[in-house]
């Protein structure tokens, strides 16, 4: 279906938002309704059996619509994205804008390993819509047929035959779990989606490197989700996405301190509570395990420390940050100075199994320890009570913080990070930028980002036009919710 140039541009304003990774922000200027949809436009020709549902608000005279057109003018990615869409068939946007209805929607069908793609839109102009169809380049032409008002494309007649079999078994808009789902998407969003939960797990463990995707699938499994939904809304500060996710356990939110101090150059900020994720439970479980279990009381004895310790740690809440000019960990220990010494003794009794060293330093006028392994140093302390990792002093917090740096105190502006939460991140593209420019080992880190261009990382990403990203996910009983915004300059 990706080799469809008129799919490519339905799928604009949800492509350029959702593979710049995010969840909804509720911007104090934002258009959007808080309100839950009563239903989803498409829905009623969209298969039950769908395993993901997408539907857009393409009419052109639409204010959502107008505002996506001005935001993705100002992305010069985006931008040269949508033309790459159009060249195909030599169409310009407002030949498709005249011949889409004013929703289409993206049904797939089949299995989250073996998906079957299906567009539909409610054209008034059947005509126009095949006849722009036809002029696609790519060799394989698209294949239409019309149900009731819509028209039904797909990149082959056996996916057009499936959808029509799947659909006459039911239909979407009628199925109870959507109808549940249906109460965390706002009304009037320019992008609605639902997915079930084994396309969602499905898509988790195809995300990143291979170590992230493994990640982030057995979480999906854990968790065992059932559904989840995703609503793009264009605000006047950019681009806001909301997201909620149903499964069959929940998490536990907690205070995001940390993140506002980390340095005012941080380029990219996770903040999260060991203990919200079950990370102290995941440390004391070794005690259980088969092959390390045994060993845990020779290396308490060693240590001087019990498993405890290291999980209560584990449990506190952290930020991993990263800076053109180094990795920084910063951590809430519940007793920092507890924390460093028991790590002063794992590192003098691995540091010589690991053809390292260690020594007394001072980084940033802070007393630390500095490790050496290899080419690469590696200095923790403590500072105003939160034990650091750092892999240069100047990537240690300072006087500059980024709660008072003008990228994040904007975004925070507009984007109200709740005092108890699941998780925190931003993104400052600026510097991003100037992070992949400078060959920091934490691009490695970060898996597609990076690079050697000023304005583009190694993925070939262009941030210039976009901001910063900040978002975060909270608890709601069983569900987990997501919000973010995208800011477009």
Same mark, same amino acid.
């Given at each position: 279906?990706?080799?469809? #140039?008129?799919?490519?541009?339905?799928?604009?304003?949800?492509?350029?938002?959702?593979?710049?990774?995010?969840?909804?922000?509720?911007?104090?200027?934002?258009?959007?309704?808080?309100?839950?949809?009563?239903?989803?436009?498409?829905?009623?020709?969209?298969?039950?059996?769908?395993?993901?549902?997408?539907?857009?608000?393409?009419?052109?005279?639409?204010?959502?619509?107008?505002?996506?057109?001005?935001?993705?003018?100002?992305?010069?990615?985006?931008?040269?994205?949508?033309?790459?869409?159009?060249?195909?068939?030599?169409?310009?946007?407002?030949?498709?804008?005249?011949?889409?209805?004013?929703?289409?929607?993206?049904?797939?069908?089949?299995?989250?390993?073996?998906?079957?793609?299906?567009?539909?839109?409610?054209?008034?102009?059947?005509?126009?819509?095949?006849? =722009?169809?036809?002029?696609?380049?790519?060799?394989?032409?698209?294949?239409?047929?019309?149900?009731?008002?819509?028209?039904?494309?797909?990149?082959?007649?056996?996916? =057009?035959?499936?959808?029509?079999?799947?659909?006459?078994?039911?239909?979407?808009?009628?199925?109870?779990?959507?109808?549940?789902?249906?109460?965390?998407? !706002?009304?009037?969003?320019?992008?609605?989606?639902?997915?079930?939960?084994?396309?969602?797990?499905?898509?988790?463990?195809?995300?990143?490197?291979?170590?992230?995707?493994?990640?982030?699938?057995?979480?999906?499994?854990?968790? /065992?989700?059932?559904?989840?939904?995703?609503?793009?809304?264009?605000?006047?500060?950019?681009?806001?996405?909301?997201?909620?996710?149903?499964?069959?356990?929940?998490?536990?939110? #907690?205070?995001?301190?940390?993140?506002?101090?980390?340095?005012?150059?941080?380029?990219?900020?996770?903040?999260?509570?060991?203990?919200?994720?079950?990370?102290?439970?995941?440390?004391?479980?070794?005690?259980?395990?088969?092959?390390?279990?045994?060993?845990?009381?020779?290396?308490?004895?060693?240590?001087?420390?019990? =498993?405890?310790?290291?999980?209560?740690?584990?449990?506190?809440?952290?930020?991993?940050?990263?800076?053109?000019?180094?990795?920084?960990?910063?951590?809430?220990?519940?007793?920092?100075? /507890?924390?460093?010494?028991?790590?002063?003794?794992?590192?003098?009794?691995?540091?010589?199994?690991?053809?390292?060293?260690?020594?007394?330093?001072?980084?940033?006028?802070?007393?630390?320890?500095?490790?050496?392994?290899?080419?690469?140093?590696?200095?923790?302390?403590?500072?105003?009570?939160?034990?650091?990792?750092?892999?240069?002093?100047?990537?240690? !917090?300072?006087?500059?913080?980024?709660?008072?740096?003008?990228?994040?105190?904007?975004?925070?502006?507009?984007?109200?990070?709740?005092?108890?939460?699941?998780?925190?991140?931003?993104?400052?593209?600026?510097?991003?930028?100037?992070?992949?420019?400078?060959?920091?080992?934490?691009?490695?880190?970060?898996?597609?980002?990076?690079?050697?261009?000023?304005?583009?990382?190694?993925?070939?990403?262009?941030?210039?036009?976009?901001?910063? =990203?900040?978002?975060?996910?909270?608890?709601?009983?069983?569900?987990?919710?997501?919000?973010?915004?995208?800011?477009?300059?």
């Amino acid at each position: 279906m990706r080799r469809i #140039s008129f799919s490519l541009v339905l799928l604009l304003a949800c492509s350029l938002v959702l593979a710049a990774c995010g969840s909804k922000s509720k911007s104090k200027n934002s258009s959007s309704s808080s309100n839950g949809s009563s239903s989803i436009p498409g829905a009623e020709i969209a298969p039950a059996s769908a395993i993901g549902f997408v539907s857009i608000s393409t009419d052109s005279s639409g204010a959502q619509w107008q505002q996506a057109k001005k935001l993705i003018a100002r992305i010069p990615a985006a931008q040269k994205a949508l033309d790459k869409a159009l060249s195909g068939s030599g169409a310009m946007l407002s030949d498709f804008e005249q011949a889409l209805g004013t929703t289409t929607v993206l049904v797939e069908l089949g299995t989250a390993a073996k998906p079957v793609d299906v567009v539909l839109t409610n054209t008034t102009d059947a005509a126009k819509l095949k006849s =722009l169809l036809a002029k696609d380049s790519s060799k394989k032409k698209p294949v239409t047929t019309e149900v009731g008002s819509w028209l039904a494309v797909a990149d082959s007649q056996a996916a =057009l035959d499936q959808y029509q079999s799947a659909a006459a078994k039911g239909k979407l808009a009628d199925s109870s779990i959507f109808k549940q789902a249906l109460e965390s998407v !706002p009304a009037d969003a320019l992008v609605k989606a639902y997915l079930t939960g084994s396309a969602i797990t499905a898509t988790a463990g195809n995300l990143g490197s291979s170590s992230t995707s493994k990640l982030l699938g057995s979480a999906a499994k854990k968790n /065992q989700l059932e559904w989840g939904t995703l609503a793009v809304s264009a605000v006047p500060e950019g681009f806001s996405v909301s997201g909620t996710f149903k499964g069959k356990s929940s998490l536990a939110n #907690s205070s995001s301190s940390l993140i506002g101090e980390l340095p005012s150059a941080t380029a990219i900020a996770v903040d999260l509570n060991g203990k919200a994720l079950g990370l102290d439970k995941a440390v004391l479980s070794l005690r259980k395990n088969a092959k390390y279990g045994k060993q845990i009381p020779q290396i308490e004895a060693v240590l001087g420390v019990k =498993l405890e310790d290291p999980a209560a740690l584990a449990g506190s809440e952290m930020s991993i940050y990263g800076t053109s000019s180094g990795i920084g960990l910063l951590i809430k220990a519940p007793n920092a100075a /507890q924390s460093k010494a028991m790590l002063d003794k794992a590192i003098k009794l691995l540091s010589a199994q690991l053809s390292g060293s260690s020594k007394s330093a001072s980084v940033g006028g802070v007393k630390a320890t500095e490790l050496t392994l290899g080419k690469m140093k590696i200095y923790y302390g403590v500072k105003d009570g939160d034990l650091f990792v750092v892999t240069s002093a100047n990537a240690l !917090p300072g006087a500059g913080k980024l709660s008072s740096g003008p990228v994040y105190a904007a975004a925070a502006k507009a984007l109200s990070i709740p005092a108890s939460n699941a998780g925190v991140l931003f993104i400052d593209f600026a510097q991003l930028a100037q992070l992949a420019k400078s060959g920091n080992s934490v691009v490695k880190s970060l898996g597609s980002l990076g690079g050697s261009s000023t304005t583009k990382t190694s993925s070939g990403f262009d941030p210039r036009g976009v901001s910063a =990203l900040l978002g975060y996910i909270a608890a709601n009983g069983d569900k987990v919710e997501l919000k973010a915004l995208l800011s477009v300059k």
